[in-house]
């Protein structure tokens, strides 16, 4: 993997965390009336699919277990329709799928450095 779609990878991580941290301890019911919260969370959900297109395609082909295409699209909507946005789809992505990807994106990460580490021991 090359080191640029490390650092992006990095970069989402990080930005889902972000969006996590943002619903805080807010059910779906309170996160709807939260105007702010809702706002924010959107804006962290678009910062993750614009980070998603600067990977290399080739890159997203190999690592099919994460879902690129969708979460990119997701952000489309949210840039683009935010006012026909359900944001109770925002809240259920983010507090109940984003915990799994982001997971899967670490082991990804997990697997480059590991390899970058075997190819330095050469």
Same mark, same amino acid.
């Given at each position: 993997m090359s080191d640029e779609n490390l650092v992006v990878l990095k970069k989402i991580l990080e930005e889902m965390s972000? $969006? =996590?941290s943002l619903l805080g301890m807010h059910d779906v %019911?309170?996160?709807m009336e939260d105007e702010m919260a809702k706002r924010a969370?959107?804006?962290t959900v678009i910062n993750v699919g614009e980070l998603i297109?600067?990977? %290399?395609m080739d890159f997203r082909a190999d690592n099919p277990?994460?879902?690129w295409r969708d979460m990119a699209g997701f952000r489309d909507i $949210? $840039? =683009?329709k935010y006012q026909t946005l359900r944001m109770d789809d925002v809240y259920v992505t983010v507090a109940d799928e984003f915990p799994s990807i982001a997971e899967d994106i670490r082991m990804i990460c997990e697997r480059a450095e590991g390899e970058d580490e075997a190819r330095d021991d050469r």
């Open positions: 972000i $969006a =996590h %019911d309170s996160f969370v959107c804006m297109k600067n990977l %290399d277990e994460v879902p $949210a $840039a =683009h």
